[in-house]
């Protein structure tokens, strides 16, 4: 187990128990050390098959270590973390957000919100200095429950980002699957007058990478969009911190769009997004843009950094969880910051800009005229492979030649992982995944279609390269 771009993950098998009280400790431990010395710690889950019993085992340390543990069940992330800060407490969600069914972990939020890479060393040097010594298991107790609570704070807030009727005549669809959002983001969808009509619930744990949606749910998406004559399919993710968004054609409306769409829905300032988020994503929509490595914290860091210049503060990723740096007046009310991802914000933003323009998503997307993008990974292929293959393409020979076939390297930007830019203008992007055993590629090109083939193609390469390597 290990920090990763959000939270600590590892295989469920190797969480449940004692692990999973050891790191909970070590988060208290944390927790002590920068002034929050007892009090109420909110906890939620996704509803995978392990995460009930983390979420037990967490709340069992906490109140070993002295806090107050307020189980608020199966919630998506940005209501736990929203809840939490509005009541100036901690909160721990037990997610392995889009990763599969056999891995969790556990996010972690401070008073303040979510934990950056300090809190994440200091509790990761935490977990080795008690590893052998952690008494386990602590006595079971007794603790209050508020997921209904916590879930009408958060509808609250999104009820508040349109209008009133502003989703009439909208026909949506709700892809279920097991995200946790599912139940919520109907009731929204429907409390702005759309007809929402829910699709795809599974009783199975279903892993959903908003960056890297595959061609079977593609196919799926296209037949409902055929057969109920959606304006758009809605979803998340496990934990519901990353939205998934599709147009009326069945297409994919890749995450940095949305973010995209946020932004210009929320009259951003100053915008803080990864540096795999569309490269066409510039000054010339009227904010400034800070480019990030990827994950969380990363942008957060960003945005703070952005705060003392004013204005309307937005993060976004390119898996489309959106990230409020600040606060915004929208309908006559106060839409407080919350910096961590969401994914009722950005899909409200997107779906408030088709009805308040006429446009469809489609349509929404060509007006922008950006590069087209696509991504994929190489699923189950080990750290170390990765590891050692970025190692070899660090040597820029070794790296032209891996690119050769795609063209000449004109630059390469090393933010994280290695972003090749190439004469041609294609973006050829390599990284490995932050907290799970994958290695990804994003590439922008001219059509969808060579995108598409230039991420076939480099993920084929980085495959043979590392059989080769390993033979």
Request: one cysteine or more; aromatic letters at 8%.
């Amino acid at each position: 187990m290990k920090f990763g771009s959000s939270g600590v993950r590892g295989l469920a098998s190797e969480l449940v128990g004692r692990p999973s009280g050891l790191y909970t400790e070590a988060f208290a431990r944390r927790l002590r050390a920068t002034g929050f010395e007892q009090g109420k710690v909110f906890v939620g889950r996704d509803l995978r098959d392990s995460s009930p019993a983390i979420a037990e085992d967490c709340m069992a340390a906490l109140a070993a270590s002295g806090f107050q543990p307020v189980d608020c069940g199966p919630i998506p992330t940005p209501a736990l973390a929203f809840y939490a800060h509005r009541h100036g407490a901690a909160a721990l969600m037990v997610t392995g957000s889009h990763i599969p069914a056999d891995r969790n972990g556990i996010k972690f939020y401070g008073p303040k919100g979510e934990i950056d890479k300090a809190d994440e060393a200091a509790i990761t040097a935490y977990v080795a200095e008690l590893s052998d010594g952690y008494p386990w298991p602590p006595a079971r107790s007794e603790r209050q429950a508020c997921h209904e609570q916590a879930i009408a704070a958060f509808r609250d807030r999104v009820e508040a980002i349109l209008p009133a009727g502003a989703l009439s005549g909208m026909r949506l669809g709700v892809y279920q699957h097991s995200t946790v959002a599912a139940e919520l983001l109907i009731e929204v969808l429907r409390s702005f007058g759309a007809d929402v009509i829910p699709v795809g619930k599974s009783e199975i744990f279903v892993p959903v990478d908003t960056e890297a949606v595959g061609p079977e749910t593609i196919a799926k998406m296209k037949g409902w969009v055929r057969d109920f004559e959606f304006d758009a399919v809605l979803s998340a993710d496990a934990d519901a911190d990353r939205p998934l968004v599709i147009d009326e054609n069945g297409d994919l409306f890749r995450g940095d769009l949305i973010g995209l769409a946020t932004a210009l829905f929320l009259k951003a300032d100053i915008v803080v997004t990864p540096v795999t988020s569309n490269s066409g994503i510039s000054e010339a929509f009227g904010f400034e843009v800070r480019r990030t490595k990827v994950g969380s914290p990363f942008v957060i860091a960003g945005m703070e950094a952005a705060q003392p210049a004013g204005g309307i503060v937005v993060g976004f990723e390119a898996n489309g969880g959106v990230l409020l740096g600040s606060d915004c007046f929208l309908n006559g009310r106060t839409l407080s910051a919350l910096p961590t991802r969401d994914s009722f914000l950005p899909i409200l933003a997107v779906l408030g800009t088709v009805a308040s323009t006429g446009k469809s998503l489609s349509s929404l997307r060509e007006t922008w005229n950006l590069p087209v993008c696509a991504s994929e990974r190489l699923e189950n292929f080990p750290v170390e492979a990765s590891r050692g293959l970025m190692r070899k393409l660090a040597d820029r020979d070794a790296l032209r030649q891996f690119l050769a076939p795609f063209g000449s390297v004109a630059d390469v930007d090393e933010t994280d992982g290695l972003r090749a830019r190439m004469t041609s203008g294609e973006i050829i992007h390599l990284r490995p995944s932050g907290n799970a055993p994958e290695f990804r590629c994003y590439a922008e090109a001219a059509s969808q279609d060579r995108a598409a083939e230039i991420v076939a193609m480099a993920l084929e390469r980085a495959r043979d390269t590392t059989l080769a390597d390993e033979s």
